[in-house]
């Protein structure tokens, strides 16, 4: 099924001066290193479901454990209460650079102020390594409010395409 995508890439090129306090105890962000590929395919699948995430079901266990594994590629995720919540990915093979591949919250623990505090805890991650540049891109397939919680967040859009997608069978466009 082919559906009309706008593709909205945005930018970060300093620390934004922000406090953040976390909404709640008994939250914490974990580096996971190399991650489980059943363990990442529960994270990307929970998170990325109603949006229409479908690039890592479509690849094998081994080629996606080959990116994920990179040394490069780096997995944080958020638990509240030692459950996992939700997920980021970073991509640092360009030098001097950060890609923010994934971020998302699990369904049941969205709309409660966490995607705000751990959003900026992986924006001060990132900027403590001293990159030049933090980025992603985000669509109109993805969370409602995902544009405008990445520009509060300090993310200047630099550009804007509007595309067709074409979605697999089976995916519906919500």
Known sequence: MLTDVTIYHLEMLALPAQLIAPPRGGLRVEHVPAPPVPYYRFLYESVGRDYDWYRCTRLSDDALAEFIHHPRDEVHVLHVDNEPAGFAELDCRVENEVEMLQFGLLPQ???????????????????????????????TLDHPVALGNYEKAGFRLFKTERIKRELPAGVENS
Request: net charge positive; aromatic share 20%; charged share 15%.
């Open 109 to 139: 623990f969205i709309g409660q102020g966490l995607g705000r505090w751990f959003l900026r805890q992986i924006v001060e991650l990132v900027w403590a390594r001293g990159p030049q540049r933090f980025w992603l891109h985000t669509c």
